[in-house]
């Protein structure tokens, strides 16, 4: 990947890895749910987090896959903590029952990392008759965070460490619909466009880490919500995508291949932003923040809007009732 490698601010660059980013961090002790962990950056994630001694919970419905990746990590990694537990974020009785599973353990939650979605996906509804990016890429996570945020809070308070909350967004938040979220029309198929939507969906995530931030900076627990933009990596979120993953070609060349040649990411770089936010301690003094490339950035306009941040939480609030 060619793409501008000169370090940022943090030391760290667009081809920084996962593993760099968290060198020389110590995270034993700390315990993470990874959504989406089954494959791709997700994947990534949970390996790094559990090569740095996290105990890692991957929530995922793809439970083969995750199965396979847990026996990767722990082939690498024999000493490594890593539990699958099952969640299907199209649906809110699956993400209340994982919820309510993993708070009944009684383990502690310091980071939770909600970074599962899919990529211009057809129009379809979810299970509670909700456009399905909307409903995967945000709405289930935010569901996700409400129903294990107490348990986190209690984590915080006792253990007196940081608890972290990351999403993991895009920079397609500014490709949206006009409105940025189409509150009244969320649902509509007559005027549903899968870029836009899905920006729609990368645009919620921000919204939510930024109002979180802002109300958890009002109660004072030391809980930190950040979004990240992972860059544009090569995974099965591009499954919906025809350009990228059927045979297309510009001057003889296919395009996903001149893609990875000169724009993509490889995961090991796409989880790094991820990590970095997840453990590095100099995320630490930061909430409310957009992170690219492992370093603190600035979201487009409508990504910054407070007012629209706290009618998002309203709205999504009404929803998960």
Known sequence: MWAFRRNGVSGFSSSSTAEEVTREIDASGLTAIVTGASSGIGAETARVLALRGVHVIMGVIDLIGARNVKDAILKEIPAAKV???ELDL???????EFASNFNSTGLPLNILINNAGIFAAPFSLSKDNIELQFAINYLGHFLLTNQLLDTMKKTTRESKIQGRIVNVASTSHQLTYREGIRFDKIN??????????????????????????????????????NSVHPGLIATNIFVH????????????????KMLERFVLKNVQQGAATTCYVALHP?????????????????????????DLAKKLWNFSMDLIK
């Open 241 to 256: 995508n025809r350009l990228l993953t059927g045979n297309y070609h510009i001057f003889g060349r296919s395009v996903i």
């Open 188 to 225: 509509d198929q007559s005027s549903y466009n899968s870029l836009l939507a899905y920006g729609q969906s990368k645009l919620a995530n921000i919204l939510h880490a930024n109002e979180l931030s802002r109300c958890l900076k009002e109660e004072r627990i030391n809980i930190i919500a």
């Open 90 to 96: 199209s649906s809110m009785a699956s993400v209340r």
């Open 282 to 306: 100099e995320v630490s003094r930061i909430s409310g923040g957009y992170f690219v490339d492992s370093n603190l950035g600035k979201a487009y306009s409508q990504g910054t809007d407070i």
């Open 83 to 85: 539990d699958i537990m």
